[in-house]
Nanobody, 118 residues
Framework: VQLQASGGGLVQPGGSLRLSCAASGIIFSITHMGWYRQAPGKERELVATITSSGGIKYVDFVKGRFTISRDNLKNTLFLQMNSLKPEDTAVYYC?????????????WGQGTLVTVSS
């Protein structure tokens, strides 16, 4: 299984970024997916999950700002991040094989760094 995340970078507060995660080695269309993040000095935390049928859940601190989506034809997971704040600075990881919201699946991407700073 390979999960290739991309789209991170440096953005000013209030700005936007769109992360992508290209998946291979799994049957993407039937796999529940999610995004996690890990800020410097902190533990990895859940951001959002999306089921194979499109059911979505977010953690409270990103509701109304982030949007998770998927393209099953392109085997790609997305995270649209708007109104970014300095506290959103972290390495963002895509995760595959999520059994239920809040429990990580067995497969991880390599992470993409998002830095929110003026």
């Amino acid at each position: 299984v390979q999960l290739q995340a991309s789209g991170g970078g440096l953005v000013q507060p209030g700005g936007s970024l769109r992360l992508s995660c290209a998946a291979s080695g799994i049957i993407f269309s039937i796999t529940h997916m999610g995004w996690y993040r890990q800020a410097p000095g902190k533990e990895r935390e859940l951001v959002a999950t999306i089921t194979s049928s499109g059911g979505i859940k977010y953690v409270d601190f990103v509701k109304g700002r982030f949007t998770i989506s998927r393209d099953n034809l392109k085997n790609t997971l997305f995270l649209q991040m708007n109104s970014l704040k300095p506290e959103d600075t972290a390495v963002y990881y895509c995760n595959a094989g999520i059994p239920v919201h809040g429990v990580a699946g067995p497969w991880w991407g390599q992470g993409t760094l998002v830095t929110v700073s003026s």
